[in-house]
């Protein structure tokens, strides 16, 4: 029995070692990793990103690597620093699900001459990251309370469905939709934990719309959290009367914005954030010029800002026919259908801010 | 069976213990419901909020009327949330993009849910094999499948769900988790067709005897002639297919298969067991109160959020809930119905004494 023992513990250590053996034979060129939060659609859109600019640089495919754990997980991705630091890569991008825990293994990784990056999730303040390259979840809720703010004009009460407590992603675009809806006449319900569970997201999503029969809105924080919504609005014959925001664009939410049941869900444009980031390191490894390099890409302040996509019945055309244009594959089509004539349709709050600025020194100037 | 046998498991399956406990269980099922119906009148009572309650039972009580089978052989399967995911995602792949090993297409709804029905009960042979033939804890071997299935539902599907298409013709599909017969959902009358059935297995049959005989004494159990792996694996077998129930309700109700249902299932659904009386020790528990226990947890999670109470607090308020009830169940334990009537006893006696 020890004997098996043995030999299975040999050949789980051999195994192992592979992905390093292999990774060390093609040291000579360059090895991009990307390492991810968790399985998911999203981090499935990141890695399509990840793998066409692989395609776009001429590397090979195990030079550009791709990888996360099955949930969130810092030790495993700490691990996975790890193995690659010692594997000596070219560079690591990573987003990290501990900012914090993470940025010592990431100024490991620094000190061993590798380019570090961080994406989807900001480091911490003075982190060796060279450059982060996304929109923070924070700043993504506060459109998405910039977008309810707009479906209700006159306020009401608002059901917020989320999948942690804990998680920072959840708390941060809480907080952002928060303080976009701070001061004005819509009144936040106690978010409700479904522990990142979609039944459970349901059930809860139910007992809110029975618990208050004049909710005005929902705000899904997860993906998940807006096809919950939707689905118990149409359970409760509600559609239309509780206006759904809800975050990222899968398949059940493309197909609720269709049936009219999600108002507006905002989707971070996780392929473009695979995309630079393989970019932007394969750009800084070739140059010796660090800051010509990130001017090159829109880097602002060590921030390459990917934006957000806000889709409403409006616009999920010219969605579709975006990504078609980038080949990202979506199951979903809005070929037989058309918006509805008075479908909403966002403004970003810089456009409106801008607009409203000029409106505001028109007013001056008529005045003056 | 032999004589034995029949001395083994003494009042722990009949009606006269257990009708006692399940009392008790009922009464704080009751005292909640009122509880939370003086507080929000207008809203708990409403059919639409207790159809809410219904389908969180239905899928809780489910999995605790397998967790019951096997808790009783004093076994546990922390498999079933996982399991959940898995067969939700089969169930929909299966009838949305068919079988890509066997080159078959999308397949109709019956052998769609045959064919998951059959995988959930194999997982749970697979379990009992394990646990019976080679000796492994219960615990090891479904925390094995715990993650399997849940890789496995993960690595299937990528992370996105499989998602039936909006007007897309699965409306029978659909409306099995999602349809109900006025205000009752059809869930929930699932979940009684399927514990009454249960009852009656463990109440009135052969079979029920033997998993109390061998949840009270294994030894005893296989010397009386039971064949103990056989009823053991059928407890198993039970789990895994009440786990398949489940995930196809869900993935009916989701309208989708997904990878994001079942976390956690498997504590809610012991935790439910447990509340209504079985017994962690083996040889005792009934499925009317699991089913009160589930009721119980899905009548506070759903009066919490009634009463717009911080999720935060939620989930320490159920955890309180869960300690009562265990503390509650092991003081009962020490007080036997012997000692009980000592006690009344004794008043009777000593003024004839004295």
Redesign the interface.
């Known amino acids: 029995m020890k004997r098996y023992l043995v030999v299975l513990i040999t050949i789980a250590m051999l195994i192992s070692m592979v992905p390093v053996l292999g990774l060390a034979g093609a040291q000579d060129d360059m090895t991009i990793v990307v390492i991810g939060k968790?399985?998911?659609?999203?981090?499935?859109n990141v890695e399509l990103g990840v793998k066409a600019a692989g395609e776009a640089l001429g590397l090979p495919e195990d030079q550009v690597i791709f990888f996360v754990p099955?949930r969130e997980d810092v030790a495993a991705q700490i691990q996975a620093m790890e193995t690659y630091i010692a594997a000596g890569v070219t560079g690591i991008a990573i987003a990290p699900s501990d900012p914090a825990a993470l940025e010592p293994v990431m100024a490991r990784a620094a000190e061993a001459g590798i380019w570090v990056t961080t994406l989807d999730t900001p480091p911490v303040e003075d982190s060796v990251s060279t450059v982060y390259i996304g929109t923070d979840n924070f700043t993504a809720g506060t459109i998405a309370g910039e977008a309810m703010l707009q479906l209700l004009p006159d306020g009401g009460k608002v059901g917020i469905g989320r999948g942690s407590?804990t998680a920072l992603n959840a708390l941060q675009r809480t907080d952002g939709f928060l303080a976009a809806i701070e001061g004005s006449n819509i009144e936040a319900?106690?978010?409700?934990?479904d522990?990142?569970?979609?039944?459970?997201a349901?059930?809860?999503a139910?007992?809110?719309i029975?618990?208050n029969?004049d909710l005005a809105g929902a705000f899904g924080v997860y993906?998940?959290n807006g096809?919950a919504w939707a689905?118990a609005v149409t359970?409760?014959d509600m559609v239309g009367d509780i206006k759904v925001v809800a975050f990222d664009a899968?398949?059940?939410h493309i197909?609720f914005i269709?049936?009219g049941a999600i108002q507006a869900t905002v989707a971070q444009r996780e392929y473009d954030m695979g995309y630079q980031s393989v970019m932007v390191i394969a750009a800084l490894a070739q140059n010796e010029d660090t800051e010509a390099v990130l001017a090159e890409f829109g880097a602002v302040e060590g921030v390459i800002d990917t934006g957000v996509d806000v889709l409403t019945p409006a616009n999920v055309k010219d969605y579709e026919a975006g990504l078609d244009e980038k080949g990202v594959p979506h199951?979903?089509t809005t070929a037989d259908w058309e918006p509805a004539e008075d479908a909403f349709e966002f403004v970003m709050p810089e456009e409106e801010e801008a607009a409203e600025m000029e409106e505001a020194v028109a007013t001056e100037e008529a005045a003056e | 069976m032999s004589e034995v046998a029949r001395k083994i498991s003494p009042s722990r399956r009949g009606i006269s213990l257990a009708g006692f406990r399940e009392l008790n269980v009922l009464l704080a099922f009751l005292l909640l419901c009122g509880y939370f119906y003086y507080q929000?009148p207008d809203?708990f009572a409403?059919p639409?909020?207790l159809a809410?309650i219904m389908?969180?039972v239905a899928?809780f009580g489910m999995l605790a009327i397998g967790e019951v089978f096997i808790i009783i052989t004093t076994g546990i399967d922390l498999s079933v949330g996982s399991l959940t995911a898995l067969t939700g995602i089969i169930c929909a792949w299966v009838m949305l993009k068919g079988i890509g090993m066997l080159g078959m297409g999308p397949i109709p709804l019956v052998p769609a849910l045959i064919i998951t029905l059959i995988i959930g009960m194999l997982v749970g042979v697979w379990h009992g094999l394990f646990v019976t033939k080679l000796g492994i804890p219960a615990f090891i071997i479904t925390l094995g499948t715990w993650l399997i299935a849940?890789?496995l539902a993960?690595?299937i599907t990528?992370?996105?769900?499989v998602?039936f298409?909006?007007r897309g013709g699965h409306e029978t599909f659909l409306s099995l988790g999602?349809g109900s017969f006025r205000s009752i959902p059809y869930s929930f009358i699932i979940l009684i067709g399927i514990a009454i059935v249960a009852t009656i297995i463990l109440n009135y049959s052969k079979l029920g005897y033997r998993v109390y005989a061998v949840g009270g004494n294994l030894e005893a159990a296989r010397l009386s002639g039971i064949n103990v792996d056989r009823v053991r694996i059928f407890c198993y077998a039970t789990s895994g297919f009440l786990a398949a129930v489940t995930g196809i309700l869900?993935a009916s109700?989701?309208?989708?298969g997904?990878?994001?249902?079942?976390?956690?299932?498997e504590l809610w659904a012991i935790a439910a067991s447990v509340i209504g009386g079985t017994s962690l020790f083996g040889g005792e528990g009934t499925i009317l109160g699991a089913l009160l226990g589930a009721g119980i947890v899905g009548v506070m999670?759903?009066g919490m959020?009634?009463?717009?109470?911080?999720?935060?607090l939620?989930?320490v308020i159920l955890g309180m809930v869960l300690v009562i009830a265990v503390v509650y169940d092991t003081l009962r334990r020490r007080i036997t119905g012997a000692q009980i009537r000592t006690f009344f006893g004794s008043f009777s006696r000593k003024p004839r004494d004295a």
């Open positions: 968790s399985v998911h659609p999203y981090w499935s099955p407590d319900l106690e978010p409700v934990n522990r990142e569970d979609f039944g459970t349901l059930q809860l139910n007992s809110v029975s618990a029969p993906a998940y096809p689905t359970e409760a899968t398949t059940d197909n269709m049936s199951e979903w | 929000h809203v409403k639409a909020n809410i389908r969180f899928t849940r890789g993960a690595y990528k992370g996105y769900p998602v298409p909006y999602q869900m109700r989701l309208g989708q997904t990878p994001t249902v079942g976390a956690s299932y999670q759903n959020v009634l009463g717009n109470t911080s999720s935060y939620q989930e």
